[in-house]
DNA sequence: GCCTAAAACGAACGGTCGTGCTAAAAAGGG
DNA sequence: CCCTTTTTAGCACGACCGTTCGTTTTAGGC
């Protein structure tokens, strides 16, 4: 890997940690360039805008979202125990387990919702991405007989990415420790309520 | 009331409406006097500073939010009735049926969960009356025997915030017509299995 | 070890940010 | 209608924003 590219990758990880804590527009070139110990100038050739910086960072921490929860959860046997796999690692990566500052989606979605461009459309398809993996891994728990054959996958989907946002909520800005457990009873019922 | 106090308000209703949509860190004092079509000073000299604006911002909304959805659903006869009458009053807030840039408060709090200050203490208070309030409404569902007594209010809370969390996320993000029938599927269900 | 290409820097730009200060305009009770 | 108080405007400030450009430093293949 060359000088640039490695570089580039310690100002990546570095802004994805920014970002998750205080937001994708709040990430600076200046402060940014300061936590890396890099001229402003110098940082800034490595993207040719900001646009173009929020996009990679957004690439950057869905790969990562991709390294820690989809491939494991996906790595584990066909059926509800990929389900539990992949709400276990989605609630890990929600509790901050890889991003101090938290889902930098969660973030992200909020404050793009209503501002169109390049960023909002990445965004959409990634989380939409998010949305059929889980539809589909809920899908093979059906195929192998363990929800009834009239679930909704997408409902599903919707129901679980609630109990997670939920969690970050409640855990995050509110502290209260009960959360995870509540996130816990939540999902077992969601899948009782499958069966 | 007077001038200041008339003008403070059509100040406040704008900028509620701005942060709705760009958050409370992009709402910019410059861009806020301009949309009210007054100076950059005479508009700052009503706040002090601009945490102050914030904090007003958000209890103005606050105010909106509870004479929108609290008070409509306390005016409701106790029990699911009243579970039901808070669910969609706030649905239709969730929607933008107030704000046109949606739930204000979901923005904030994901721009302030990890940024400590008088704007992140004001919001978490009213995040944690809204819970309690949430709680206490579904305590009365208890009461009246439409619900199990061992259900725990809290944790219906939680449930229900999700549900709305994902409605705001999978409608106002994905744009997904189906998101509201899912939340409505959801709340149904989360009443069922409280029953 | 040289030479080219890549990478980082320093300085500056036009703008906008939040925030003061002072003066003008408007409001409104007497 | 005057006089005081309240409300608004004008102007300036230092700081930081994203971005450009020309120069200097560093990599890394030959």
Not at 9 to 25: F, K, M
Not at 102 to 127: K, S
Not at 145 to 162: C, K, T
Request: with cysteine; aromatic share 8%; charged share 30%.
């Amino acid at each position: 890997m060359s000088k640039g590219q490695s570089t580039k990758r310690v100002i990546l990880d570095e802004a994805t940690e920014i970002a998750s804590r205080t937001g994708l527009q709040a990430l600076t070139i200046g402060t940014l360039a300061a936590r890396t110990e890099l001229s402003k100038s110098g940082l800034f050739a490595h993207f040719r805008s900001k646009e173009s910086l929020q996009l990679e960072v957004l690439r950057h921490a869905r790969d990562r979202f991709v390294d820690l929860v989809i491939r494991p959860a996906l790595a584990t046997p066909r059926g509800e125990q990929r389900v539990r796999a992949l709400f276990e690692h989605w609630l890990s990566w929600c509790r901050g387990d890889a991003l101090e500052g938290g889902c930098i989606f969660t973030a992200a979605a909020t404050e793009f919702d209503d501002q169109p461009g390049a960023v909002r459309e990445l965004l959409v398809n990634d989380e939409r991405d998010l949305a059929d993996t889980v539809a589909q891994v809920f899908r093979t728990g059906i195929s192998e007989g363990r929800f009834r054959a009239d679930a909704d996958p997408y409902q599903f989907a919707q129901d679980l990415h609630g109990i997670l946002l939920a969690y970050v909520h409640t855990a995050r800005l509110l502290a209260d420790p009960k959360a995870e457990q509540r996130a816990r009873r939540a999902f077992e019922a969601l899948l009782d309520a499958a069966r």
